[in-house]
Structures are given as structure tokens and as C-alpha cells.
């Protein structure tokens, strides 16, 4: 055996908290010779910490970009974040250190590379041939504003416009610029008196790669000539331009502009348009100019062999449809249809089958990127049906305000949750496989089931499948569906308590095991729910009203009705108040005129549809007292084996036997501490000592309502509650905040009093005054004696103190392993049991799995109690503290769990100043202690969980999963595991020229750029126009880049060359990716000055 000496406790500890924690380790030593040893096997070098992967849809999205090839996406966000996104469970999150919105993306096609501009007017050269992309290289501009960028397919030279109307060419391989500029006022000369605005667009013609096609923002639009440095014509219109697009044949564009209107151009006629269209407009009689509409924000025109071109746009409605949804148009010859979408659309892409633009484009889908959604329509089905998304985007259709974490579960329940949620999936998808489908899969390394569960605003859940590194939804539950909806806001009972969203998930209490799950709602509800296969209809749905008060005076019941004592160790019997019911009530309001007595919801009174999945079982709800709305629940725990479920709030705690459908227990929370006199303590608030129970409680006049007493929803992070946890739930009245809170509850089987000699059912309390009670559960025999005969429950007098609110308890056997709750296998409620099924259910006592309940009865247990200030491991039965450690002086521990890694067990802490923690059971020597992040707001708090195996997770934004690893092991992993965004794949050939276009000229006109860029002959660019500065690199180290990149390149282009293709485009493609390598290391720079002059074949 182990003795833990004072090196030992101090392994892993930050200097910060050494000396505080030396004494205590102290004290721990002592304490711990008197205990069995326990051998412990983690240690420091086990925990490292590191983000895994993260899910969901980009929170504000501001650019979109595909690869054509690669059959990559790619979304950048209004914070600098960039996601890309290939087959599904295929994902990847980068972030741009100076969070600067991303205005811009650009894929160079087919190379692993994605240029990004930022509202910093910083580019960024991106690879993508890692695991985890890159920034390569960066340039800064100091005098002009990015506002468009263009990257010709195959081409290396970027052309950037700037909001003084002016065109810069950056080299990508080098990230420099070029000498060559277009100055705005070259471009329009005399065509226009005044500036003609920023650049809206920059494109080549398809047909000619030294013709220019410049668009400025006042209406102005040049065809510029690269080669003589001068415009061949200019385009003039009276509306703002927002975007241009060319036919592939480079005869014709179109403008979309501020007025609703699109110009279609013919390139030889610059003195007026073609065609005008508008879209959206009404057309008048006599032949006058329709009405003008929205802008029309974007316009693709894209052409197909067999039939007539499409012209896609968003916006340009007329401006009297108000309130109308926005709207993509696909117009397609004489057909218009215009697609109605749930959010306003940010940009939208049309998929095409080949990348040269100077080809049939041949489209195929359009991808709509809209403010909180991704859509894709199929172009080639009728009616334009949209593909189903694959991705986890849909986290946050209603907003999350909680969510548990459970990694290895019973391998059945991924399975028997897919099955009941196939039958929820929408139909009217597009028949085609999903067409982002690039990257591949990285290597399964962890092989066992993680569920996620999110809780929702509109009191939905889902369960999501979470097993290595991807996100699926399994199955979707409304708990919503149990109650009446009141139709409009004036129909609204006024007994609510929230303003908005009165369904909202506050607490989730899931068993894996049994299946049973139990959810707290911000309407003071508790609802339980079976597992089941079969649909049955509830024709009465079971329900109960509780009547949890804050007081000690003696109360009459509102009917009169009084249930048994309860046996207090040293007082008399103490009478409490319930109000068990399984109908709605009636009594609405007390003799005084004040609202008493009713529930904040109405539960249905129609017979119940339920599908397979998850079933109602019984429904609590807390009622209104005297006029006072009831307290939002703090905490709630559910126990198969017991059949029973409990919750408390800051006016007290109830447990409910919902075999039965009976309340066992009503106290108010001073009660539970029987003869101890609870006005030893020292209320939480300074400014208010506590007032006598029953005070505060008639001060509301008759109808209304203190507005401090309506509880907030959880949907907004000022309204949250659980951040902090020692102050009262979601009320802020002095009064209130007084209160000892219900904070945390845990089922188990252990030793109750001092005296025991063998463990029993109990439940542990544990209050926000660092209060841990013991209460005994006497149950009866299983089988039918189960539901006839009643759940005997008594306080055990047993009382233990910690500094700070009670956030998580949990037990440990002898051996050291954890105890799990006892509770009861799975099976199907809904069918008939046989006589044998009903025989073995008669024998059946609930067991608890531990390693414990094989031992000697006289073996002693652990319990493990963490606060938000400190952790605990106290003896049983003895209840001798034998390891203290103090977590925290100047924060407080937002979330604790006890938690399972590599054969062992651990306490992880997450505090509110962004430190991580972990330490060791039961000694609880520190381990890891890293400043992961600043606690930025309410939602991290509200969402941080850890689970078994080292993993963990939180909502990162309103729309996103992020998750993490404190284990070694996975981090180790974490690269084998990470798809893989770039794979080897042959740029299509480009279009075949024909016999007589070869003949007789026409067809594509190629440029020798680097003739016209290039040092040689447009000199140096002014070195105080941008700042170039070189990239961090890759972090998958230098041989991966230099010989890889290089090689792979090298083996491209020469089958690239083997088709036809000029050797100057390989020599100037290998240069690129040299360059790129050189970013890396010198290893990498001698490989680019060995096979600079080389030819293709001496490779």
C-alpha cells in the first residue's frame, strides 16, 4: 500500500495554491493512516488538456466558399472563427487569432489552400493539407480597406479592391505584392465627375484572362486590359451595382442592383443595357418602369448544354410585402420560383460540375447560407426540394439552456434511441446523396458510447450521439406537449411565472440503465418519463400539486386534509401541508382574495397520444401560496431501483414515489435539520439578516405581482441561475436571497447514522449553506408489495458541514471504485408480462451494481462531497473527514463531477475564474490545474459538464458545441482521430476547344501573368501600402509539409503535364507549395532551391 507523503500531495499543485494547501495536506496525511489505504493509480502525467472538435452551426456567419474539386465548404464568421465542412463527419474549426470578421473566402482549387479577408484588412493564406489547417502567411494592409477579392481558377495572383476604388495583386505564393496597381481614376477617366465608390466586384472574362471586369459600387462597371493597362469600355447605370456574374461565353453579364433591377450587358455595347429584368416587380400599363423593389444583394447567371441558363438571386422583393420571409429566385427560362427561407439569407453559392468558367457551367445545387442555417436546394428535381442536412447544425432550433454529458453508456441505448427517433424525420428531401462530400474519416480509436443531451427553451430535449468526435441527433422530445397552449399572448393565464418560454428545460435527471429520465422546467414543473417501444394512448394524464412553503408556523391545509408525521430525531411529529391531486385543482384563490393554490401550467385534460420513445409518467407541479409564485427547482434527482424522484428549491425539498403517485415528503428546508437550530448560521446577504419564516409572504396586493418575484427565463444569460449557486434561485429580493436553497441530491446505498452496521437506501441533501443531510428510505418489498404497501422516509439526524453551496456527492466502496446508484435494468412497461416474467419480478429487490454489494456488509464506504470552495472525502460510518482540500479561495467551482479515467476514478472542477481541476479519489491530491479559459458569460455556466474517459463539454456560442479532453491518452490520439480535409484528386480536364475555334481563333485567350506581375516588369509594390508577416506554420511539423506537400505536388503536376498541360503552369504551381514549405523550415528551403530549375522528369 501507498502512504501519501507531502512531495506526493503536492505532485501536479500550481504555485499559487501550494501554501494553503500544504497544511491541510497535512492534516490529510494524519487522518489517512487511520483509514485503510487505497491504492491510487493517476497521476499528473495522465491529464493534459486540449480542445477536441466543435458543433453546430457558425454563430454569425459572414462568408461562404466552395471547392469545386475538393467538394469542401467553407463558412467564416462575424468573429474570425472559419469552419470547414466535407462528407459529413468530416468537420474542422479554425480561429483567426485577431477575431476580425471574416468578409471574404477564396478557395485556390484543388491546391489545399483558402485565402481569407478580414474586416482588418489582413489576407491569410490558409493549408489545408493538415489535419489542422494553418495560416501560412498574412499580409496587412496600412492605407486602403479590403472590399473584394478575386482568385482566377489556377492562377496565383489575387486580385484585392479596396474601398478607395483601387485594385492591388498579391502574389499567393509568396504573399507579396505586386508592382502592378489599377488606380480608380485610370479606370473611369472622364467617365464619371465624381468617385466612383468602392470595388463591388473584380472577375476575368471567361473567355479572354486579360480582360477585367471592375464593378464600383456608385453604378459604374470597366473592362479593363490588362495587357495595354487601359479600359476597353465602360458601363454606365444610375443604380448602385451589388454584384455582376458573366455567361461562360463571355459575350454577356449582369448587374444586380439597389433598386431591385438586373441589367444583362453585351460586352461590345457599353452605352446601354441589353435587358432589364425586375424580378419582383409589378408591371405597370402603358408601358411604364415597374415600381422598385429591395435590392437585390447577389445574382449568379450560370448556363447548361440542354437548356436555358439560370439567373439566381437573393433579395429584390417588392417593398409592400411586408413581413414576408426572404427569399431565394431561381429564375430558369419563362419559370420563376422563388424559395421562401426561415432566416434572412447571409450568401448563397450555385454548385456547378466543372471549375472552368469558361465551360457550361451545368448546375447542380444552390447553397444557401442563411444567419442561422445552412440549406441546400437540388436544382435538377422539380420544385427544387432541399437535400437533408447530415450535419449537427440544428443545436440550437430553440436555445439551449442546459445539457448533460454521458460517455460510456450501455451500448443498446444509441440503437433503441435511433430507432424511435427515425420516425420523427421530415419527408420531401432531394433523392441525392448529400453533394459536399470531400475529406476523409479519421481512424476510431475510442470505441465506446457517448450521449449528449441538450435541454431547449421551448421545453424540448434532444439526444444526440456523440460517439467519437461526431454529433448525430438520435431523438427529439417536447415536453411541451403535456400542457394547454394558450393561443395568444391576452389568453396567457396569469398564473405564469416567466415572461417567455414557460416550458424551458432547467434541469435534466437521466438514468442510462433504466432509461428513466426526470426534467425540471422553469414553470416550477417536474415531469418523468418511461422508455418504451410502443405507442399507447394516456387517457388521464397522472399528475400531483405540491405545496412547498417557507415557513414554520403551523399551516392548515386548504382542504384540511393532513398526512402522517414524520418522525424527527429529538422533536415532536411536525404536521406538513400537501396537496396530493391527480386532477387540476379548483381552488384558485385563498379566503383573502390572494392566488393560492394553482399550478403555473394547465396540464391537458384530453385523452394523450404518445409515440414510441419516451412517455409521460407522472407530471408535479409546485402551486402558488397565499399569493406567492412558487420557487423555481434548484435540483432534482430520479432513482429506478426506489420509484421514487425528489426536488427542492429555496423554499424546501419533496420527493414524490411515482410507482404510487404519491408525495412522501413536503419540507421546508429549515425543517430537514430537525432539533438543530438553524439560526446558528449566517445569512448569505449582508445586508438583511434573516427574517422569521412567514414574513414577506403578505405583502403583495391582491392580483399582482412584486416584479423581483417573476422568475426570469433561461433562455438569456442574465436570466440564468445556476451561475451563482449560493445565492438564491432567480429571485432577487433580499428576503428571498436569505434563503438556503436545495442545491444537490443524490440516491445511494450507505451507512445513515454513525451506528450502522450494514448500508441502506438513503437520499443525501445537500444545501447552498454547505449543509449535507442525511434522510432514510424505507422500502417496501418488491413486486406487487411495492405498489401496495408505502415508502416509509425519516431524517437519520446525520448532519455534515463544507464551506460553500453542496454542487455533486458520490460514494466509494473500500477498494476505491465508485458505487453506483442502485437502479433497475430496462424492460418494455408496455407489454404484458408472462407468469414467470411476474414471478422473477416478485423476487426482484433493486440492487445497487458497485463492487461493494459482494463485499462484507462490515467493510466501510467514501463519501465524496465537493462545494463551490472545497472537496471532502468522509468516512463511512464513522464520518471521520479524513481528505480536505480547498478548491478555491477567491472563486467559486461552477461545476464538479466525479468521474471515471483509465480504470480509475477523479474529481474534476471547473471554476469561475476559467480554471480546469482535477484530483485525485479518495486522497485528493491535485492533478491538473490549467487556466482554460475566462468565464465570459452565463451560458458556460449553464452548460460546462464533465463525463467519464477525460471528456467534456459546453456551449461555446448560442449555436455551438465546444468540446474538450483533460485526458492524455485522447490528446495523444486526438491527431489520428481528426478527418482529413485535403485528398489527392485530378483537376477535370479543361473544355475542348473544338477543330475550327482552334483553327480559326475564339475560344479561351490565355495570359502570361508573371509576364505582366511579376518584379521584372510592373517593379516593386510601395513597401508602406502592406505589411507581409509569416505564419505560424502547421503544427504537424516540418517533414510532413516540406516532403509531403512537395512530393504529392510534384506527382500532380507531372500527371497534370502528362495531359497536355504548359510546363511554365507546373514549374509555377511546384514554386507555390515551395513556398509554403519554407514557412516551415529550413529542411524546407533547401528542398525549394534543390528543385527550383529542375524539369519535370528529373523529380
Same mark, same amino acid.
Given at each position: 500500500?501507498?502512504?501519501?507523503?507531502?512531495?506526493?500531495?503536492?505532485?501536479?499543485?500550481?504555485?499559487?495554491?501550494?501554501?494553503?494547501?500544504?497544511?491541510?495536506?497535512?492534516?490529510?496525511?494524519?487522518?489517512?493512516?487511520?483509514?485503510?489505504?487505497?491504492?491510487?493509480?493517476?497521476?499528473?502525467?495522465?491529464?493534459?488538456?486540449?480542445? %477536441?472538435?466543435?458543433?453546430?452551426?457558425?454563430?454569425?456567419?459572414?462568408?461562404?466558399?466552395?471547392?469545386?474539386?475538393?467538394?469542401?465548404?467553407?463558412?467564416?464568421?462575424?468573429?474570425?472563427?472559419?469552419?470547414?465542412?466535407?462528407? /459529413?463527419?468530416?468537420?474542422?474549426?479554425?480561429?483567426?487569432?485577431?477575431?476580425?470578421?471574416?468578409?471574404?473566402?477564396?478557395?485556390?482549387? +484543388?491546391?489545399?489552400?483558402?485565402?481569407?479577408?478580414?474586416?482588418?484588412?489582413?489576407?491569410?493564406?490558409?493549408?489545408?493539407?493538415?489535419?489542422?489547417?494553418?495560416?501560412?502567411?498574412?499580409?496587412?494592409? +496600412?492605407?486602403?480597406?479590403?472590399?473584394?477579392?478575386?482568385?482566377?481558377?489556377?492562377?496565383?495572383?489575387?486580385?484585392?479592391?479596396?474601398?478607395?476604388?483601387?485594385?492591388?495583386?498579391?502574389?499567393?505564393?509568396?504573399?507579396?505584392?505586386?508592382?502592378?496597381?489599377?488606380?480608380?481614376?485610370?479606370?473611369?477617366?472622364?467617365?464619371?465627375?465624381?468617385?466612383?465608390?468602392?470595388?463591388?466586384?473584380?472577375?476575368?472574362?471567361?473567355?479572354?484572362?486579360?480582360?477585367?471586369?471592375?464593378?464600383?459600387?456608385?453604378? %459604374?462597371?470597366?473592362?479593363?486590359?490588362?495587357?495595354?493597362?487601359?479600359?476597353?469600355?465602360?458601363?454606365?447605370?444610375?443604380?448602385?451595382?451589388?454584384?455582376?456574374?458573366?455567361?461562360?461565353?463571355?459575350?454577356?453579364?449582369?448587374?444586380?442592383?439597389?433598386?431591385?433591377?438586373?441589367?444583362?450587358?453585351?460586352?461590345?455595347?457599353?452605352?446601354?443595357?441589353?435587358?432589364?429584368?425586375?424580378?419582383?416587380?409589378?408591371?405597370?400599363?402603358?408601358?411604364?418602369?415597374?415600381?422598385?423593389?429591395?435590392?437585390?444583394?447577389? !445574382?449568379?447567371?450560370?448556363?447548361?448544354?440542354?437548356?436555358?441558363?439560370?439567373?439566381?438571386?437573393?433579395?429584390?422583393?417588392?417593398?409592400?410585402?411586408?413581413?414576408?420571409?426572404?427569399?431565394?429566385?431561381?429564375?430558369?427560362?419563362?419559370?420563376?420560383?422563388?424559395?421562401?427561407?426561415?432566416?434572412?439569407?447571409?450568401?448563397?453559392?450555385?454548385? &456547378?460540375?466543372?471549375?472552368?468558367?469558361?465551360?457550361?457551367?451545368?448546375?447542380?445545387?444552390?447553397?444557401?447560407?442563411?444567419?442561422?442555417?445552412?440549406?441546400?436546394?437540388?436544382?435538377?428535381?422539380?420544385?427544387?426540394?432541399?437535400?437533408?442536412?447530415?450535419?449537427?447544425? =440544428?443545436?440550437?432550433?430553440?436555445?439551449?439552456?442546459?445539457?448533460?454529458?454521458?460517455?460510456?453508456?450501455?451500448?443498446?441505448?444509441?440503437?433503441?434511441?435511433?430507432?424511435?427517433?427515425?420516425?420523427?424525420?421530415?419527408?420531401?428531401?432531394?433523392?441525392?446523396?448529400?453533394?459536399?462530400?470531400?475529406?476523409?474519416?479519421?481512424?476510431?480509436?475510442?470505441?465506446?458510447?457517448?450521449?449528449?443531451?441538450?435541454?431547449?427553451?421551448?421545453?424540448?430535449?434532444?439526444?444526440?450521439?456523440?460517439?467519437?468526435?461526431?454529433?448525430?441527433?438520435?431523438?427529439?422530445?417536447?415536453?411541451?406537449?403535456?400542457?394547454?397552449?394558450?393561443? +395568444?399572448?391576452?389568453?396567457?393565464?396569469?398564473?405564469?411565472?416567466?415572461?417567455?418560454?414557460?416550458?424551458?428545460?432547467?434541469?435534466?435527471?437521466?438514468?442510462?440503465?433504466?432509461?428513466?429520465? &426526470?426534467?425540471?422546467?422553469?414553470?416550477?414543473?417536474?415531469?418523468?418519463?418511461?422508455?418504451?417501444?410502443?405507442? !399507447?394512448?394516456?387517457?388521464?394524464?397522472?399528475?400531483?400539486?405540491?405545496?412547498?412553503?417557507?415557513?414554520?408556523?403551523?399551516?392548515?391545509?386548504?382542504?384540511?386534509?393532513?398526512?402522517?408525521?414524520?418522525?424527527?430525531?429529538?422533536?415532536?411529529?411536525?404536521?406538513?401541508?400537501?396537496?396530493?391531486?391527480?386532477?387540476?385543482?379548483?381552488?384558485?384563490?385563498?379566503?383573502?382574495?390572494?392566488?393560492?393554490?394553482?399550478?403555473?401550467?394547465?396540464?391537458?385534460?384530453?385523452?394523450?397520444?404518445?409515440?414510441?420513445?419516451?412517455?409521460?409518467?407522472?407530471?408535479?407541479?409546485?402551486?402558488?401560496?397565499?399569493?406567492?409564485?412558487?420557487?423555481?427547482?434548484?435540483?432534482?434527482?430520479?432513482?429506478?431501483?426506489?420509484?421514487?424522484?425528489?426536488?427542492?428549491?429555496?423554499?424546501?425539498?419533496?420527493?414524490?414515489?411515482?410507482?404510487?403517485?404519491?408525495?412522501?415528503?413536503?419540507?421546508?428546508?429549515?425543517?430537514?435539520?430537525?432539533?438543530?437550530?438553524?439560526?446558528?448560521?449566517?445569512?448569505? *446577504?449582508?445586508?438583511?439578516?434573516?427574517?422569521? *419564516?412567514?414574513?414577506?409572504?403578505?405583502?403583495?396586493?391582491?392580483?399582482?405581482? !412584486?416584479?423581483?418575484?417573476?422568475?426570469?427565463?433561461?433562455? *438569456?444569460?442574465?436570466?440564468?441561475?445556476?451561475?451563482?449557486?449560493?445565492?438564491?434561485?432567480?429571485?432577487?429580493?433580499?428576503?428571498?436571497?436569505?434563503?438556503?436553497?436545495?442545491?444537490?441530491?443524490?440516491?445511494?446505498?450507505?451507512?445513515?447514522?454513525?451506528?450502522?452496521?450494514?448500508? *441502506?437506501?438513503?437520499?443525501?441533501?445537500?444545501?447552498?449553506?454547505?449543509?449535507?443531510?442525511?434522510?432514510?428510505?424505507?422500502?417496501?418489498?418488491?413486486?406487487?408489495?411495492?405498489?401496495?404497501?408505502?415508502?416509509?422516509?425519516? /431524517?437519520?439526524?446525520?448532519?455534515?458541514?463544507?464551506?460553500?453551496?453542496?454542487?455533486?456527492?458520490?460514494?466509494?466502496?473500500?477498494?476505491?471504485?465508485?458505487?453506483?446508484?442502485?437502479?433497475?435494468?430496462?424492460?418494455?412497461?408496455?407489454?404484458?408480462?408472462?407468469?414467470?416474467?411476474?414471478?422473477?419480478?416478485?423476487?426482484?429487490?433493486?440492487?445497487?451494481?458497485?463492487?461493494?454489494?459482494?463485499?462484507?456488509?462490515?467493510?466501510?464506504?467514501?463519501?465524496?462531497? &465537493?462545494?463551490?470552495?472545497?472537496?471532502? !472525502?468522509?468516512?463511512?460510518?464513522?464520518?471521520?473527514?479524513?481528505?480536505?482540500?480547498?478548491?478555491?479561495?477567491?472563486?467559486?467551482?461552477?461545476?464538479?463531477?466525479?468521474?471515471?479515467?483509465?480504470?480509475?476514478?477523479?474529481?474534476?472542477?471547473?471554476?469561475?475564474?476559467?480554471?480546469?481541476?482535477?484530483?485525485?479519489?479518495?486522497?485528493?491530491?491535485?492533478?491538473?490545474?490549467?487556466?482554460?479559459?475566462?468565464?465570459?458569460?452565463?451560458?458556460?455556466?449553464?452548460?460546462?459538464?464533465?463525463?467519464?474517459?477525460?471528456?467534456?463539454?459546453?456551449?461555446?456560442?448560442?449555436?455551438?458545441?465546444?468540446?474538450?479532453?483533460?485526458?492524455?491518452?485522447?490528446?495523444?490520439?486526438?491527431?489520428?482521430?481528426?478527418?482529413?480535409?485535403?485528398?489527392?484528386?485530378?483537376?477535370?480536364?479543361?473544355?475542348?476547344?473544338?477543330?475550327?475555334?482552334?483553327?480559326?481563333?475564339?475560344?479561351?485567350?490565355?495570359?502570361?501573368?508573371?509576364?505582366?506581375?511579376?518584379?521584372?516588369?510592373?517593379?516593386?509594390?510601395?513597401?508602406?501600402?502592406?505589411?507581409?508577416?509569416?505564419?505560424?506554420?502547421?503544427?504537424?511539423?516540418?517533414?510532413?509539409?516540406?516532403?509531403?506537400?512537395?512530393?504529392?505536388?510534384?506527382?500532380?503536376?507531372?500527371?497534370?503535364?502528362?495531359?497536355?498541360?504548359?510546363?511554365?503552369?507546373?514549374?509555377?504551381? =511546384?514554386?507555390?507549395?515551395?513556398?509554403?514549405?519554407?514557412?516551415?523550415?529550413?529542411?524546407?528551403?533547401?528542398?525549394?532551391?534543390?528543385?527550383?530549375?529542375?524539369?519535370?522528369?528529373?523529380?
Amino acid at each position: 500500500m501507498r502512504k501519501f507523503n507531502i512531495r506526493k500531495v503536492l505532485d501536479g499543485l500550481t504555485a499559487v495554491s501550494s501554501a494553503a494547501s500544504a497544511s491541510s495536506a497535512a492534516q490529510q496525511q494524519q487522518a489517512g493512516n487511520r483509514e485503510s489505504e487505497i491504492q491510487e493509480t493517476l497521476q499528473s502525467e495522465h491529464f493534459q488538456l486540449c480542445k %477536441t472538435v466543435r458543433h453546430g452551426f457558425p454563430y454569425q456567419p459572414s462568408a461562404l466558399a466552395f471547392d469545386p474539386v475538393q467538394k469542401i465548404l467553407a463558412i467564416g464568421t462575424q468573429t474570425g472563427a472559419l469552419r470547414l465542412f466535407g462528407r /459529413p463527419g468530416v468537420e474542422c474549426y479554425c480561429q483567426h487569432d485577431s477575431g476580425a470578421a471574416i468578409i471574404q473566402l477564396q478557395f485556390l482549387i +484543388n491546391e489545399g489552400a483558402l485565402v481569407s479577408a478580414l474586416a482588418d484588412d489582413t489576407l491569410h493564406l490558409w493549408n489545408l493539407r493538415q489535419k489542422r489547417p494553418a495560416i501560412l502567411h498574412s499580409l496587412k494592409f +496600412n492605407r486602403e480597406r479590403i472590399t473584394f477579392c478575386h482568385l482566377p481558377f489556377q492562377s496565383k495572383w489575387l486580385y484585392v479592391g479596396t474601398e478607395r476604388g483601387n485594385i492591388h495583386i498579391v502574389n499567393v505564393e509568396s504573399f507579396t505584392l505586386s508592382g502592378y496597381v489599377i488606380m480608380w481614376n485610370k479606370a473611369i477617366e472622364l467617365s464619371s465627375k465624381s468617385h466612383p465608390g468602392p470595388i463591388v466586384h473584380i472577375s476575368d472574362n471567361p473567355m479572354d484572362e486579360g480582360k477585367l471586369l471592375i464593378g464600383f459600387e456608385s453604378g %459604374t462597371v470597366v473592362l479593363w486590359d490588362l495587357k495595354s493597362k487601359k479600359a476597353d469600355y465602360r458601363y454606365s447605370h444610375d443604380e448602385a451595382i451589388h454584384s455582376v456574374a458573366w455567361h461562360h461565353e463571355g459575350k454577356q453579364f449582369i448587374c444586380s442592383h439597389s433598386d431591385g433591377t438586373l441589367t444583362i450587358w453585351n460586352v461590345k455595347s457599353p452605352t446601354k443595357p441589353f435587358q432589364t429584368i425586375t424580378p419582383h416587380g409589378k408591371q405597370l400599363k402603358d408601358g411604364k418602369k415597374p415600381e422598385p423593389c429591395k435590392p437585390i444583394l447577389k !445574382v449568379e447567371y450560370k448556363t447548361t448544354r440542354a437548356g436555358e441558363p439560370f439567373i439566381i438571386l437573393s433579395g429584390g422583393l417588392s417593398y409592400d410585402t411586408v413581413g414576408r420571409r426572404p427569399c431565394l429566385t431561381v429564375m430558369h427560362g419563362k419559370s420563376t420560383a422563388v424559395l421562401e427561407m426561415d432566416y434572412s439569407i447571409v450568401d448563397f453559392l450555385t454548385l &456547378c460540375e466543372t471549375p472552368y468558367p469558361n465551360d457550361f457551367q451545368e448546375p447542380y445545387a444552390v447553397v444557401v447560407l442563411l444567419e442561422k442555417d445552412l440549406v441546400l436546394i437540388d436544382l435538377a428535381q422539380n420544385g427544387y426540394p432541399i437535400f437533408e442536412n447530415p450535419y449537427p447544425l =440544428t443545436i440550437h432550433e430553440s436555445p439551449v439552456t442546459c445539457c448533460e454529458y454521458f460517455a460510456d453508456c450501455p451500448v443498446d441505448l444509441i440503437p433503441a434511441l435511433y430507432s424511435v427517433g427515425a420516425r420523427q424525420k421530415r419527408q420531401g428531401y432531394s433523392k441525392k446523396e448529400w453533394p459536399i462530400s470531400g475529406g476523409n474519416w479519421g481512424l476510431i480509436t475510442q470505441s465506446y458510447p457517448e450521449i449528449i443531451i441538450t435541454g431547449h427553451a421551448d421545453g424540448s430535449i434532444k439526444f444526440w450521439d456523440a460517439s467519437a468526435i461526431t454529433l448525430q441527433v438520435l431523438y427529439k422530445l417536447k415536453t411541451a406537449k403535456v400542457f394547454e397552449k394558450s393561443r +395568444n399572448k391576452d389568453d396567457r393565464p396569469n398564473t405564469d411565472i416567466v415572461d417567455e418560454d414557460p416550458y424551458a428545460i432547467q434541469i435534466i435527471s437521466w438514468c442510462p440503465e433504466s432509461r428513466m429520465l &426526470c426534467i425540471a422546467g422553469v414553470s416550477a414543473h417536474v415531469i418523468i418519463y418511461r422508455f418504451s417501444k410502443q405507442e !399507447v394512448t394516456t387517457e388521464v394524464i397522472p399528475m400531483l400539486e405540491v405545496r412547498l412553503l417557507y415557513e414554520i408556523n403551523d399551516i392548515e391545509s386548504p382542504d384540511g386534509e393532513q398526512v402522517p408525521p414524520l418522525p424527527t430525531p429529538g422533536t415532536g411529529s411536525n404536521p406538513q401541508s400537501i396537496v396530493p391531486q391527480s386532477h387540476p385543482s379548483t381552488s384558485s384563490s385563498s379566503s383573502d382574495g390572494l392566488r393560492d393554490n394553482v399550478p403555473c401550467l394547465k396540464v391537458k385534460n384530453s385523452p394523450l397520444k404518445q409515440s414510441p420513445g419516451y412517455q409521460i409518467e407522472l407530471v408535479i407541479q409546485l402551486v402558488w401560496v397565499s399569493g406567492e409564485p412558487p420557487q423555481q427547482i434548484t435540483s432534482l434527482a430520479v432513482n429506478s431501483a426506489y420509484g421514487l424522484v425528489v426536488f427542492g428549491n429555496c423554499n424546501g425539498i419533496a420527493m414524490v414515489d411515482y410507482l404510487q403517485k404519491t408525495v412522501l415528503l413536503n419540507l421546508g428546508t429549515i425543517e430537514l435539520y430537525g432539533s438543530n437550530d438553524p439560526y446558528r448560521r449566517e445569512p448569505r *446577504s449582508p445586508r438583511k439578516t434573516r427574517q422569521p *419564516s412567514g414574513a414577506g409572504l403578505c405583502d403583495i396586493n391582491e392580483g399582482t405581482m !412584486v416584479p423581483e418575484d417573476r422568475c426570469k427565463s433561461p433562455t *438569456s444569460d442574465v436570466k440564468d441561475n445556476s451561475f451563482s449557486r449560493s445565492r438564491s434561485s432567480s429571485v432577487t429580493s433580499i428576503d428571498k436571497e436569505s434563503r438556503e436553497a436545495i442545491s444537490a441530491l443524490h440516491f445511494c446505498e450507505t451507512f445513515t447514522r454513525k451506528a450502522d452496521t450494514s448500508p *441502506s437506501p438513503c437520499l443525501w441533501v445537500g444545501t447552498t449553506l454547505g449543509t449535507v443531510l442525511v434522510i432514510v428510505l424505507n422500502l417496501p418489498p418488491g413486486g406487487e408489495q411495492r405498489l401496495l404497501q408505502p415508502v416509509i422516509v425519516s /431524517p437519520s439526524g446525520t448532519i455534515l458541514r463544507l464551506k460553500g453551496a453542496i454542487l455533486r456527492m458520490a460514494f466509494l466502496d473500500t477498494t476505491g471504485s465508485l458505487v453506483s446508484p442502485a437502479h433497475e435494468p430496462w424492460r418494455e412497461h408496455n407489454v404484458p408480462e408472462d407468469k414467470d416474467e411476474k414471478d422473477k419480478l416478485k423476487k426482484r429487490r433493486p440492487v445497487s451494481v458497485s463492487p461493494s454489494s459482494s463485499q462484507e456488509i462490515s467493510e466501510n464506504q467514501y463519501a465524496v462531497i &465537493c462545494s463551490e470552495k472545497q472537496a471532502k !472525502v468522509i468516512s463511512l460510518p464513522s464520518q471521520n473527514c479524513i481528505y480536505k482540500q480547498n478548491i478555491t479561495e477567491t472563486s467559486f467551482v461552477l461545476r464538479g463531477d466525479i468521474v471515471s479515467l483509465s480504470n480509475s476514478i477523479c474529481l474534476a472542477c471547473f471554476c469561475a475564474n476559467g480554471h480546469i481541476m482535477t484530483f485525485s479519489l479518495p486522497s485528493l491530491r491535485p492533478l491538473l490545474d490549467v487556466y482554460y479559459l475566462p468565464l465570459t458569460n452565463m451560458r458556460i455556466a449553464r452548460t460546462f459538464c464533465f463525463t467519464n474517459n477525460g471528456q467534456a463539454l459546453y456551449l461555446v456560442s448560442p449555436t455551438e458545441i465546444q468540446r474538450l479532453t483533460y485526458s492524455q491518452e485522447t490528446c495523444e490520439n486526438l491527431q489520428e482521430m481528426l478527418g482529413e480535409l485535403f485528398t489527392p484528386v485530378e483537376t477535370p480536364e479543361a473544355p475542348n476547344r473544338g477543330f475550327f475555334k482552334g483553327l480559326f481563333g475564339g475560344g479561351a485567350q490565355s495570359l502570361d501573368r508573371e509576364e505582366l506581375f511579376g518584379e521584372s516588369a510592373s517593379g516593386k509594390a510601395s513597401r508602406s501600402l502592406a505589411q507581409h508577416i509569416p505564419g505560424p506554420g502547421g503544427i504537424e511539423g516540418v517533414k510532413g509539409a516540406a516532403s509531403g506537400v512537395v512530393g504529392e505536388l510534384a506527382r500532380a503536376r507531372l500527371a497534370l503535364d502528362e495531359r497536355g498541360q504548359k510546363l511554365g503552369e507546373l514549374e509555377e504551381k =511546384t514554386a507555390a507549395m515551395l513556398y509554403s514549405a519554407d514557412s516551415f523550415s529550413k529542411h524546407a528551403h533547401e528542398m525549394m532551391l534543390k528543385y527550383k530549375d529542375k524539369k519535370w522528369y528529373q523529380f
